[in-house]
Structure formats: structure tokens, C-alpha cells
């Protein structure tokens, strides 16, 4: 009896003896603690006698330290063309870490607005004290008047809805954002007299075989409307929509023609305001409530535009003369506000759309796209992918860039570069992108985040360095 | 490392026992001669021979022998059965006849058990904890009259332990088990500790308690774990690691012809599920990296209350009455894991499922109670309440959650009439009043026929219902590019089953040898079987249907031989399906067999207090026909094959001091199956099919060590 006694207390205290602890394996690494400046670049012409030159640390300080850095100058005097604050002691502007922070600055101050072309000033970072520290990143400051080495860009769509369009130039390095439901037509302002329907709210026009806009009724059409629309899966509607290649000769609206007759009234589906809900994390709510349906039809009058519009029922219509912006890729005009509105930036000043858009799938229509991000093919960008079984992101250099690759489908970069047909959404991280603009600076781009720290959808984030 | 903690282990739990062996033992495993009584769709308990249903039972003898903690770890290589691990929610279900947990009851004492998604239903089997079950009842075909809507495949009914011979019964054990050829102290492998006390207060008053833990680290294969932060898809786990704790009582009173008992189960649940997808969150500008993953919690928390009653009145009629109360919910916490800081951002907690349920069942028996005829009424009382949140299934945006009241007040009756003493037949219907759909009304039959020489045929035509489940009624999921919708206006699909079995008792040698044949023929069919089809072309619309039909054809044998000391099981069953796909244009409906075996050995050798026991079954290439686009473009059906595979597990168990230790040594999947290869699987929307099913995690090895005092 003793015996086994002792054996119930022997696995009594096992198991509660076991249950008491835990192990803690880890298989971690552990970065160094880096200083590094927020931007590569700044360009002279831009500077406005000062510039805060920001510089971020890996982590915040948890003591205190310093660093300092060393400033070269190319046609260019310290003191007289151009200072900083805090000031160049023994050749070195020296910074302090603070404990708890996790930037600094200094300042920039130009003395002589006349430089030119000729200066190049370079600000270099050249010791950081404090345990376990590594010189790495962005290691210089260029001040010159050259396009932006490159960086890291946040284009902010705004979250799972998506509800903005952000146009980027990488050679300014700006971002201009647009509310996606905040226009409906764009009449190009090139030579073809060529309207384009906006594709991120998921419109669709078709065209009938009057051409009296007043005499159209909504009975004409009932049998029509289920059609023209995004996401049927109904292959024969791609006719519905402007082919998402971005090519302006294949509108869905034909081009305008010279004689009044031939231009018929068009069904217009004005396809969803930006969505409102939030969804599941990783998902995205990009469309919201319907916006209803128009009549429309366009004319030429000189190098001008004429819109007539109406609602389905109605017997007569409005009209409006919409002239081409040169210097733009068009004029946007909006039904919500019937008038033009500011919509895309000059034509050589952006790069790259962050929208949501229309496409195509092979076989099954038109299928409306989050996350799609669509190079200005109309202002003369061109775009190529490049696989990391080829090449390297981080050594890919101007010399590896091949010119026959670059494309004119604005869809080259388009969603490709995330995958969310599974639970997981996840980057792609074996691609990246070549990007000539139409000043022919060549970038490498390359995405870093789809989601945010949260894991909800609509946060990119892509970094980007100028091809030397 | 692995490996030798788990020999260190296995060494210190068998040697403790030797050290104090040499004492001598006398043969206390007596071949159980007796016939088991069984109740499952019993008027009264009687013997499995008396039976009109053809019923199995796993005695607590193999459940000990198989060093099962729960349902899950028993039922592999019970014939005809599949047990279906998922590996990325932690649970696992019964495949039947083709037909998944939603067509399969459990029930605990005749009591249907809750979990988040069903009342029976859905059954996660390695959440039915089995250490204070006395036996496990099987049937096999559509049992809707006795136990209501969704026991179509079969149910299995877990029957616990109610009274002791003995004043104190005192047991613990402890289990330790690789998982795979993963094992460590506490982060791999599994750890299972259980106590139990029991005791009799006096001779009418029973009490016990027990507490299990169990501790599975989940399965890591090249996977790293939580603490991790490299995006090469190996963070986290293969298999969610989980910890189980479950603690149950029971108080039970019984004099003369009355009895009543209540019983308490609690069970408590967290599964951890550390993402594979780590964003690196890169920092171009410094160069250093800033890894976080999106992990999950899920708490299980089940509450079962059941308070029965049984005894009779007038000295003729029997009653049983049961009232339940049961509870699971299930919550999610989710969050931000800052790997390298080992910090918890964004928290969000809130509940997942959530399922309450209100049971109540009572029988008459012996209503009427001539020599020939004897009647059984009864009602079952169902009033359950689930609620989903949006993040468990598609619901209409905006809505937080979904939430459904399922009342059932059900009325059966059935009776048994003996024509002869040889031959009898019990004719059963029920009838089902609910808040949600028009009154079902399903009918059983059976007959069984005993011949001379040990013969007995039973035939048996049975129905039940299969209640359409939230993504069926609920789900909606509707943008520009899609409409897939829910369909409030669903009926239960019909499921009918026919079985013919015909059975031979041998006894040779004055009883020496004992030998138990069994044929038996089926049909399983459904009709109005919910798809979820295309309603409209353009656009595109998809929406719930009762619609398709499933057949099953089949046959199968098992026969049980009885030597001395040595028992033997062998069965085999070839089984084939037929579904017809009504909105498929180019639809096969040809019907697809697959073959199992199954063979189970048991030895024991008395000196030695030793038994020695193997289980082994078989499963043949599973075929399915599924839809493929060929390279004209063209849909067609071709037949998917899903791989052959074998499962084995053989376990030691030898019992020292009088039978108060036992200890047994087991190894699981003796041919190391992990999964098995597949082309059988239609392909999503969006991406390829799955072409790799997992099943298990490779051979894995057990060491229990239990101690049973009992004064």
C-alpha cells in the first residue's frame, strides 16, 4: 500500500510539476541601430533659401548618442553659397541622439540662389556613437538639380475602400490625390476627339441607335441595362467599357465624329460611389451604392467638346461645351457637379495612377480590380516587369535595363505586384518594375507593403531609386 | 534533443513500475463472455443480440488499449468510418458514406453534444473527452426517429460511467506523445494529465469529478513556431497547436427502480494560430526590417449540463427523462505581433460562433406491454439559439452578426412486435414541429429474424433530415464582381437508408473458439441535397439550392473470431457513390466504389498481465468525379483519384500491483502517412485545386502511465 502511495505522489507532483513551466525558443535576428536620412535627394530649384534634411533612426534611442557627417560640395562654397545650422565644425556637422527620440535634423541653408546644373553637394554620413550601430540606407543627401535619386513613397488610396485615386511622379517625388467617384468623363485633349469613361467607380456605356437624345425612355433600354455593367461575367460586355490597356482609340464611347448625325446617344451606367463599409482585414469594400444611369451624347464644335446629357426619363437635356487642357491628358467633367473638375496632374507630371480600375478577364468580361496601380501611357511613360530569378532589385543597374521591354499596356505594373486570391494577401515579392517617364529617367520600383501594421488592405507602400 | 527527451521519458515512466514488480499476479483479465448491453435506439438496455439496429461498441477496454484521450484518437480504423482532420482550424470530423460530419450525430448519454456550428452536428471529435466513458456506441445508417434531424450517415452515442463497485476509486494518468517524431518537454509533442476521483457516499449515492489537460504543440514539420520572423511562409505551425482542459462531475442516486443522475462537463479550449505570412515591413531609408504577423486566439468554452431521470410507473411503464442545458462559444482575439518585441498591438476580442442549446427528452416504454407487442412514445424538445460573427462567415456588410433560433418539438413513437419467438419487426415515426420549417414527418422500419444455429437477419429502413446549415441560409456576398447569396427558404435535404445484415454466431470447442460473421448490404440515399448553383447568367448569380441527389451502394463484412486469449477482428466494405449534379449539363451520375479493410488483434498473456494489440485498416483509391476545363476549352468531368493508404497502430499494455498500474506503450500511423495525394478536388473561383489532403502527422509514438486505486 505504501508503495503505490507513493507512486500517486510521485505522478500527482509530475504532472502538476510539468504543467507549472514553459520554454522559450526563439529563431530571431536582430538589426543594428541605423541613422539614415528620410529622402536621397532635393533638388536645388526646388529650395526656398532653407530645407529641413529629416534623418530617422532604425528604432527610438533607448540612451543617448550622436553622430556626425561629412559635406562635399561641387561648384559650390561652404559659407558662401551655402551654410548649414548647426554649423560645420572641424569639417563634420555633429548631431545628438537623444534618448526616446527617433529622428533629427539639421538645416539647409542656400546663400546663393544662382547655382546651376554644374553644383552637386553631397552630405554623407560618416560615424554614429552607439552600441551596436551600422552606417547603412540612405547613406548620403544629394543636393543638385537632377530628378529624385528615388525613396520610399505611401500613396494614400485610403484604406479597404479605396476610395482615392493618387497620381505619383518619382522624379519630383509628389503625390496628388483624387476622391475616385469625383468624375465621370474625360475628353482627351490630344488630337482624336476620343471620351473616356472612368473605370475606378466600374462605369460602362453603350452605345444605342438613336440619335434624338430626348426621344430615349428608360422602357427603350430595360432590356440593355443588366448588360452594361462591370462584373457580369458575361464575355460579350467588354464592348462596355474602355479597353483597360489605356489605348485611346478603343474607348467604349467611339471617337467623335465631325457630323452631328453619325454621334448616337449613349447608355451611360455610372457604376458605384466608393464604398463605405469596413470590411473583414485583408478584404477590401471599394464599391458602394449604385449611381444610377445617363443618356449622353457628344459632339464636336471646333476643338472643342459639346456634352448633352440627361436622366433616363427625361425629354430634353443639358449641355455644356468642354474645351480640351493642353498640357493635360484631359478635361474631367463630373455629373455630380456638372461642371469640369481638377482631376489628373500636368501629363509629364506623374508617373504612376494608384487606383482602383476595370479590367478584363480572358473569358469572363469585364472584372473590377482593387489595389491596380496604372502607368500614364497617354503622357508617355512606359513600364517593364523584371523577376528576381533575373536579377536582383538591389543590383539592378541602367545597364541591365533591355528598351525593347518597356510596354505601353498601362496595366503593366496593374495588379500584378500583390496576390490576394487566397486568405493570405500577400506581396509579390519575386517581381519588380522598370519605369522610363517621359523625361526618360529610368526607375526600378519595387513594392514593400500591402496592408498596413493592422493587416487591412489599401496601405502600399513601394521604394524606388533613380537607374544611374 | 527531440528524440532524447522523449527516450529519457519513455525510459523513467516504464522503469518506475519494474522496480517494484516481482510481486505475483493472478489473472484478472477475464475474456468478457457476457454479452454487452447497449442502449442506443434501445427501448430498454438489452444485449447487442437482442438489437433490432446492428450496433458497435468500443469497450473501455480498447478505448485503454488505444490510449484514447478523445473521440478523435479511436475511431481510425473502425470499418467504414474516416476521421477528417482540419488542419488549419485544429478540428476533426467524421466522413460516413461519403458524407461529412454535418450528416453525423454525437451524443453523449443519448443527449446530442453542442459545439459552435450544431447541436450533434459538426462535431469536433477531439473535443469529446473519453476518461470517464464506459463504452462508445456505433450505428451506421439514417436514424432520424430516434434521434432526430441531421442523423443521417450514423450517430455515435458516448456512454459514461454512472456507479462504481467501490467506495473510493481514485485514477490519474499521464500520457506523453510525439507528435510525428517532434517532442519536447512543452512546446512539441503531446502532454495529457487526468485525475479522477470517484466515490460512493453511501449505497444509493454516487459523486465523481475529474480534470484532464491536454497540451498538443501542434505539428511543426519545417514550420518554425510563433517566434519567428522570416516571410518564407514557415512561421507558425502545420497543425494549430491547442490546449485542452476539461473538467467534469457527476452525482447519481439510485434505488430499487429509480434512478437519477446530473451531470457537469466543462471544457475550456485555446488554439493558437501564428500567421505564415510575416510582413517585413521594410524601411528603404535605414535598411532594417520591422517583421509583425496578424496571429489569432480562439477560446473554446463548452458548458454541458445534463440532469436525467429514469425509473417507472405502475411497475409497467418505464420512463426516461432528460433535460440539458449546453453552452459553446467560441471567441476570437486577434492582433498585431511585433515579432522582435515580442509586443501585442491592435487587439481586437470578440466573439467568433456562439451556439446555446435547450434539450429536452423523454420516453415512455412499455406503454402498451403484452408478450407480443410493446410500445414506446417519447418527445424531444430542441430550443437552440446560434449566432455567427461577421468575420466567421459572409453576412450582409454592415451586420455584426447573424443569429438563428431552431425550435424543434418533436414527437416519435415506435413499437416493437414479436410475430413469433424468433421473429420481430418495430415500425417507428416521428414527427417534427419547428419555428423555421414545415413539419417533417419520417418513418423507420426494421425487422429481425433469428434462426436456428445462430442466424440472425435484420433488415433496416430508417430516415432522417439534414438541417441546412448558416453559409446555406446566410451567406451573402455581394459586390461588383460577385453574387453568391444565402437562401433563407431552404428545406432539410432528405436522407433514407435501407440495411440488410445478416449474422452468424459460432461457438466451437465448448466454447473454446467463438466466432461472429456479419454481411451487411446498404443504401444511403438524399434527395433535395443543397448545391449551391448558378440562378442567373447574366449577370452572374450564385444561390443555395435543394436541388441534387447522393446515392450510396454497398457491402460489407466483419467477423470476430474469439481463442482463448487472443481476439480478432477483420472486416472489409466496398461502398459506392452516385451524385447527380442537376445544374452540370455534362453531369456523371455513375456510381464510384472505394474498398476499405480493417483488422484489429488483440493478445493477451496472462503471467504476464500483458496485452498486446494491433489495429490496422485500409483505405483504397477514393475516386470523385470533377468538373475540368480541357484544352478545347470545353468543361468536362473527369474521375479524380484520390491515393490509397494504410493505417496501423499497435500498443503494449501491461498492469502491475494488482492492476492498480498500468502502463502502455503505443506507436499511431505505423506507416507514417502525412497525407495523400489528390486530383479529386473542383478548383476555387480564383485558384488551383488542393492537390495534397492531409491526414495525419506522420508515425507517432505514446507512453501512458495510469494508477488506479480502488478501496
Known sequence: MMKTTNIFIYITLAIFGFASCSSDDNNLSTDPFVVAYEDRSANLKEINVFEDIMLIYSTSAIEAGGFSITVTAENAVYGVDFTTEPALINGKITLPINQGSNSNNFKFRLLNPNLDETTNIIFKIDNIDYPNASIQGNTTFTINSEAALGGSIQPEVGGPNEQFQVYVDLSSKTTKQVLRDSWDLAFYSYDEFRVGINGSIYMAAAELEQSNIDNITQADVADLMPQVAVGTFDPSNEIYIDYPDGDINRTAIKEINLEDALNKVYLVNLGYKVGTETPTNGSVAVAGDARGWKKIRILRDGTSYILQYADLNDTNHQEITIDKSSGYNATFFSFDTNSTVSVEPEADRWDLNFTVFTNIIEGAGSYGFSDGVLHNRKGGVTVYTVSTEHYDYDTFLLSNTVESNFKLDQRTIGETWRNVMNDDKVLNHNIFYIIKDANNNNYKLKFTALLNDQGQRGYPEFKYELLK | ?711
Open chain 2, 1 to 711: 534533443m527531440t528524440k532524447n527527451h522523449f527516450i529519457y521519458l519513455t525510459t523513467l515512466l516504464v522503469s518506475i513500475p519494474l522496480f517494484a514488480q516481482q510481486e505475483i499476479v493472478k489473472d484478472t483479465t477475464e475474456v468478457q463472455r457476457l454479452e454487452e448491453v447497449i442502449v442506443t435506439g434501445q427501448h430498454n438496455p438489452q444485449s447487442v443480440g437482442k438489437s433490432v439496429f446492428e450496433v458497435k461498441v468500443i469497450s473501455r477496454k480498447d478505448i485503454e488499449r488505444q490510449g484514447g484521450n478523445s473521440l478523435a484518437d479511436i475511431l481510425n480504423t473502425t470499418l467504414n468510418l474516416n476521421i477528417t482532420p482540419n488542419t488549419s482550424t485544429g478540428k476533426s470530423g467524421v466522413s460516413l458514406f461519403g458524407l461529412d460530419s454535418q450528416y453525423f450525430k454525437v451524443l453523449v448519454d443519448n443527449v446530442p453534444i453542442i459545439n459552435e456550428e450544431g447541436m450533434g452536428n459538426n462535431t469536433d471529435l477531439t473535443l469529446i473527452n473519453l476518461d470517464d466513458v464506459e463504452r462508445v456506441e456505433i450505428v451506421e445508417g439514417a436514424m432520424g426517429v430516434q434521434y432526430g434531424a441531421n442523423a443521417v450517415s450514423g450517430i455515435i452515442n458516448v456512454i459514461t460511467k454512472k456507479s462504481s463497485r467501490n467506495v473510493w476509486d481514485i485514477s490519474t494518468y499521464i500520457q506523453e506523445e510525439s507528435v510525428g517524431d517532434e517532442y519536447e518537454w512543452f512546446n512539441k509533442g503531446r502532454h495529457i494529465q487526468s485525475l479522477r476521483v470517484g466515490h460512493k457516499l453511501n449505497k444509493y449515492l454516487y459523486a465523481n469529478i475529474g480534470y484532464t489537460r491536454n497540451d498538443f504543440g501542434g505539428y511543426w514539420s519545417d514550420r518554425m513556431g510563433e517566434k519567428y520572423d522570416r516571410n518564407d511562409d514557415k512561421r507558425g505551425h502545420e497543425w494549430l497547436p491547442k490546449l485542452q482542459q476539461n473538467a467534469k462531475a457527476l452525482l447519481s442516486y439510485s434505488k430499487n427502480d429509480f434512478s437519477i443522475f446530473y451531470r457537469f462537463d466543462y471544457l475550456n479550449e485555446t488554439i493558437e494560430n501564428y500567421s505564415k505570412l510575416v510582413a517585413v515591413n521594410e524601411n528603404p531609408a535605414t535598411g532594417t526590417t520591422h517583421p509583425i504577423s496578424q496571429d489569432e486566439l480562439f477560446t473554446n468554452n463548452r458548458f454541458y449540463h445534463h440532469l436525467n431521470l429514469t425509473g417507472s410507473i405502475f411497475q409497467k411503464i418505464n420512463y426516461n427523462f432528460s433535460i440539458s442545458y449546453q453552452e459553446q462559444t467560441k471567441d476570437l482575439e486577434r492582433y498585431s505581433y511585433i515579432i522582435r518585441e515580442d509586443v501585442k498591438e491592435n487587439i481586437e476580442k470578440g466573439q467568433y460562433q456562439q451556439r446555446t442549446a435547450f434539450f429536452s427528452r423523454g420516453t415512455f416504454n412499455n406503454l402498451i406491454n403484452t408478450e407480443k407487442i410493446s410500445l414506446q412514445a417519447g418527445y424531444e424538445l430542441t430550443n437552440e439559439r446560434g449566432s455567427g460573427s461577421a468575420v466567421a462567415i459572409l453576412i450582409t456588410p454592415g451586420e455584426e452578426k447573424t443569429t438563428q433560433n431552431l425550435n424543434n418539438y418533436d414527437f416519435f413513437a415506435s413499437s416493437e412486435i414479436k410475430l413469433s419467438e424468433s421473429f420481430s419487426f418495430r415500425p417507428g415515426a416521428r414527427v417534427s414541429f419547428s419555428n423555421i420549417f414545415d413539419t417533417q414527418f419520417i418513418g423507420s422500419l426494421s425487422a429481425k429474424q433469428s434462426i436456428n444455429k445462430g442466424w440472425e437477419l435484420r433488415a433496416i429502413l430508417g430516415s432522417a433530415n439534414r438541417t441546412p446549415n448558416y453559409d446555406e441560409l446566410y451567406t451573402y456576398f455581394v459586390d461588383v464582381n460577385h453574387n453568391v447569396q444565402g437562401n433563407p427558404d431552404l428545406l432539410p435535404e432528405k436522407g433514407l437508408s435501407a440495411f440488410f445484415h445478416i449474422k452468424k454466431k459460432t461457438s466451437l470447442s465448448e466454447g473454446k473458439i467463438r466466432l461472429k460473421n456479419k454481411l451487411s448490404l446498404n443504401y444511403l440515399g438524399l434527395n433535395d441535397r443543397i448545391e449551391l448553383i448558378v440562378v442567373q447568367q447574366s449577370p452572374l448569380a450564385f444561390q443555395y439550392n435543394n436541388i441534387d441527389k447522393y446515392r450510396v451502394i454497398g457491402a460489407f463484412m466483419e467477423n470476430e473470431l474469439y481463442v482463448g486469449n487472443l481476439k480478432a477482428q477483420l472486416g472489409a466494405s466496398i461502398q459506392g457513390i452516385s451524385k447527380v449534379l442537376k445544374t452540370n449539363n455534362n453531369n456523371n451520375d455513375d456510381f464510384l466504389f472505394n474498398l476499405q479493410l480493417n483488422a484489429n488483434l488483440s493478445y493477451t498473456l496472462p503471467k504476464w498481465n500483458t496485452t498486446l494489440s494491433t489495429y490496422f485498416k485500409y483505405i483504397g483509391e477514393q475516386q470523385q468525379f470533377v468538373e475540368k476545363t480541357n484544352q478545347e476549352g470545353v468543361q468536362v468531368f473527369e474521375t479524380g483519384k484520390t491515393d490509397d493508404y494504410s493505417w496501423m497502430d499497435a500498443t503494449i499494455s501491461k498492469s502491475f500491483f494488482n492492476n492498480n498500474v498500468t502502463t502502455t506503450i503505443g506507436a499511431r500511423n505505423l506507416f507514417n502517412v502525412n497525407s495523400v495525394e489528390t486530383t479529386a478536388i473542383n478548383g476555387g473561383a480564383h485558384n488551383g485545386p488542393a492537390t495534397q489532403i492531409p491526414l495525419a502527422y506522420g508515425r507517432s509514438y505514446f507512453v501512458k502511465l495510469a494508477y488506479n486505486l480502488n478501496l
